[in-house]
């Protein structure tokens, strides 16, 4: 059973930081590609950032320069570290592991706040 987990979501000001991790369970992770999408408030779901089983990165032009994803195979662990955050990135921030043959997983979810 795959179970991937976030934790690290919260409230914070603007040009505030946070970290976002996802442990995955029940998948080769070190195999996986890994990412990070998030959906705000009467939007679609959007990709964030994501890591390949390779480590090559990729992110949202909206993101870019502030975001960093990054992933510790021996954890099966993947995170998101926010800097400079803006009231538009808040939203619930989903990690997603996609396995070799193509297979989508999902967590729950966790909800990032950037709010004075």
């Known amino acids: 059973q795959v179970q991937l987990v976030e934790s690290g979501g919260g409230s914070v000001q603007p040009g505030g930081s946070l970290r976002l991790s996802c442990k995955a369970s029940g998948i080769i992770f070190r195999l996986s590609n890994m990412g990070w999408y998030r959906q705000a408030p009467g939007k679609q779901r959007e990709l964030v950032a994501t890591i390949t089983n390779g480590g090559n990165t990729n992110y949202a032009d909206s993101v870019k320069g502030r975001f960093s994803i990054s992933r510790d195979n021996a954890k099966n662990t993947v995170y998101l570290q926010m800097n400079s955050l803006k009231p538009e990135d808040t939203a619930v921030y989903y990690c997603?592991?996609?396995?070799?043959?193509?297979?989508?997983?999902w967590g729950k979810g966790t909800l990032v706040t950037v709010s004075s």
């Open positions: 997603n592991a996609q396995s070799l043959i193509g297979v989508n997983y």
